[in-house]
């Protein structure tokens, strides 16, 4: 994929996070997500403080001086619980955006010639920083769904769709989640076996492509009522009956 074209994918998913941040009010960003024990309120901070990480490593790239992402998880975690705490809700809806502008301020100012510099990630791996957009589109486009407001994975471009399948694929087979699926995608018609171990039972899950992703994402099934989209041949699973994927990040 171009850097160009992860540059384009990070800029709509920003909108597409904003917009769904935008449709709270107040009191609702109180209210729970998708996430166990967190508020829309703490991934709305939690949003925010990524944006800043990924400043500081496009700082590192730019300048070479090393800016981690974060001081530590635990660090992050606590900073996170700090803001929730102390910063009023109206000003987490305004900064979101006003930092959202910093990030897409500071993406233009890396020169071409500095986007293959090593940095390090906030999960401690070693990236260029060409990863940057991508990986922040992938935040913006799954958190919004955190937000728990309704938007679901059928409203994704199909591309990020399929880049964030692709993703969690490799995620299961670069650390080695014993996982065999065969998917069936009923909107193009295409078949999916992902499999790293065969000694592992075969889960079988159709639907359209959007909606099998959110399920593999952790997010649930999103469309309630559709058994009829998640039936297939002998032994499919219904979206009611499908074990919970493991945890791809």
Not at 25 to 46: I, Q
Not at 157 to 165: F, M, Q, S
Not at 240 to 245: E, G, I, S
């Amino acid at each position: 994929m171009s850097l160009q074209k992860d540059l384009d994918f990070r800029t709509l998913a920003e909108a597409f996070y904003l917009q769904t941040l935008d449709q709270l009010s107040r009191a609702n960003l109180d209210e729970p997500s998708l996430l166990p024990d967190w508020s829309r309120k703490h991934v709305a901070v939690h949003m925010m403080h990524n944006a800043e990480g990924f400043m500081r490593l496009l700082h590192w790239a730019r300048t070479g001086e090393k800016t981690p992402m974060y001081p530590s998880r635990d660090a992050r975690d606590q900073a996170i619980e700090d803001d929730v705490k102390h910063l009023e809700n109206g000003d987490v809806i305004t900064m979101s955006h006003e930092v959202a502008d910093e990030l897409a301020h500071d993406l233009g100012l890396l020169p071409q010639d500095r986007w293959e510099t090593q940095v390090v990630s906030g999960r401690g791996a070693t990236i260029p920083a060409s990863d940057i957009p991508w990986l922040r589109a992938r935040e913006c486009f799954i958190h919004a769904l955190d937000l728990n407001i309704g938007m679901t994975a059928l409203d994704f471009p199909a591309e990020v769709t399929d880049r964030l399948l692709t993703d969690v694929t490799s995620t299961w087979e670069d650390r080695g989640e014993p996982v065999n699926y065969l998917l069936h995608f009923t909107d193009t018609g295409e078949d999916l076996h992902m499999c790293t171990s065969e000694d592992t039972q075969q889960v079988q899950v159709t639907g359209h492509k959007a909606e099998v992703l959110q399920h593999l994402l952790g997010r649930g099934w999103p469309v309630s009522g559709r058994d009829d989209n998640a039936k297939g041949g002998a032994g499919d699973s219904t979206p009611r009956d499908l074990p919970a994927p493991p945890q791809w990040l």
